[in-house]
């Protein structure tokens, strides 16, 4: 019984897919017939055509980021204690050394008194043993504790004179204050900040390129840069880092620096492009061209019609090769010159007869 059914099941299937199969048939042979009918009761099918010509086209490859800094720091207090001065103000420029404000060193200057009297006291201490061993009037002992306290004397003396020394809170870089976060008065401690400085005498522009275009770049390859608020103005950086391996979206992250102009115009923050040409040379070459509208279902087909002499058409197999946009360039298959079908495809077929829009 249950084979029985099975079998009747395995009927239905089959009865099925010959009548779906027998139905696409009849439309396809419906869908030929009304074309053959189109196209004998429009023997000339109306086109629009246009030419496979040598076009100069750039490849440059452009990749966008915003400027950093070459160099940025927060100053930061060393040491407890009250601002006395501030000796800058924010746009300020400050070369490295430069002392930038100043903490209440009163007390740091009487521990720096003291650790110096206490270290004169062990000096001349040592001195003494080192007399007296001589003539064996101390042990070897005895000496080596003078040693041990005179070297502790010395070093409270060389923290004590840091301290003072860091009263003086002074720029390690040089740069543009670009804030300045205290005012004379306030009460700081160690890692409070202070200021923050930036160098932007030089600036790094970070931006991402494929894996196609990073092989064509170079450590120190000189680069064109466009600043989108400074649409008039060339500036040029040099390659300064490629990454060694791509990050999670497989591009590669490159800075380029860019020295600023006299005026420092350039600003950390800003947005620009870095225009990549292949081998550093103006990338701008001759391809043959044709229309992407030209090709029969899609560019992936690689076929267009050919205009014949006759106004009767060809379909022709082309190799293609870049994609530039709405163009496409052809790398076999087609000759300077020679005149392709770029609307009205979809009435053609191999041979027919055409007329040209004009």
Do not use: C, W
Request: net charge neutral; charged share 20%; hydrophobic share 35%.
């Amino acid at each position: 019984m249950k084979r029985g059914r099975n079998i009747i099941y395995i009927l239905i299937v089959i009865a099925l897919l010959a009548g779906g199969a027998y139905t696409i048939y009849n439309n396809q042979k419906k869908t030929n017939e009304e074309t053959a009918i189109i196209a004998s009761s429009n023997p000339e099918i109306p086109v629009n055509i246009a030419s496979a010509e040598y076009e100069h086209i750039s490849t440059d490859y452009s990749s966008n980021g915003t400027l950093a800094p070459l160099q940025q720091m927060q100053l930061s207090s060393e040491i407890s204690g009250k601002i006395t001065r501030v000796l800058v103000k924010e746009g300020d420029f400050v070369r490295a050394g430069q002392t930038v404000a100043t903490i209440k060193k009163d007390a740091l200057e009487v521990d720096y008194s003291s650790a110096d009297a206490n270290y004169q006291n062990a000096l001349a201490d040592n001195q003494r043993y080192e007399n007296a061993y001589k003539t064996g009037g101390v042990t070897k002992q005895q000496l080596d504790q003078s040693r041990l306290q005179l070297k502790n004397a010395q070093n409270q003396l060389k923290q004590s004179n840091i301290r003072v020394g860091d009263s003086n809170v002074k720029t390690l870089i040089s740069g543009f204050i670009n804030s300045k976060m205290v005012e004379p008065g306030a009460v700081v401690s160690p890692g409070t900040p202070l200021f923050d400085i930036v160098n932007v005498s030089k600036l790094k522009l970070k931006v991402s390129v494929d894996e196609a275009e990073v092989a064509n770049l170079k450590i120190g390859q000189r680069v064109p840069i466009k600043i989108s608020v400074y649409p008039d103005k060339e500036f040029y950086g040099n390659i300064s880092f490629i990454a060694p391996m791509a990050d999670t979206s497989l591009n590669f992250p490159i800075e380029i620096t860019v020295e600023n102009n006299p005026n420092n115009d350039l600003k950390a923050g800003m947005y620009g492009s870095a225009i990549f040409s292949s081998e550093g040379k103006s990338s701008e070459h001759s391809y043959l061209i044709v229309p992407k509208e030209a090709f029969v279902d899609g560019v992936s087909s690689g076929q267009v019609f050919v205009v014949n002499e006759d106004n009767t058409v060809t379909l022709t197999k082309v190799v293609t090769g870049k994609i530039f946009g709405d163009k496409i360039q052809i790398l076999n298959g087609l000759k300077p010159g020679t005149k392709v079908v770029t609307s009205g495809i979809i009435n053609l077929i191999d041979g027919a007869k055409i007329s040209i829009i004009k």
